[in-house]
């Protein structure tokens, strides 16, 4: 075999080898960022379940608050306290 051939041969064994090598090395670097992604996902759910408690807390709270509080509504434009005296209407 001449040196041309071994070197085409040494080369292009190389060369498959490192194709080989780089496609596992990427593969690998996409599962991990798709694992990356799952969790995540996984801890925004957690936060949103956290956050969706915490007002469900607040909801009842509030509720409980009520019906021991009496509200008066400050927005209700007909309600004697909005109107000054001096206002003119």
């Known amino acids: 075999m001449s040196r041309a051939a071994k070197f085409t041969l040494a080369a292009t064994g190389l060369g498959t080898a490192g194709i080989i090598w780089f496609v596992h090395w990427a593969q690998e670097n996409d ?4 694992h990356r992604g799952v969790e995540r996902d996984m801890e925004k759910q957690r936060i949103r379940q956290e ?3 915490e007002f469900e807390m607040q909801k009842a709270l509030e ?5 021991l509080q009496t509200v008066h509504s400050t927005t209700n434009p007909e309600s004697p306290a909005d109107q000054s005296p001096g206002s003119g209407s």
């Open 31 to 34: 599962r991990a960022a798709m």
């Open 51 to 53: 956050r969706q408690a």
């Open 63 to 67: 509720q409980e608050y009520l019906k």
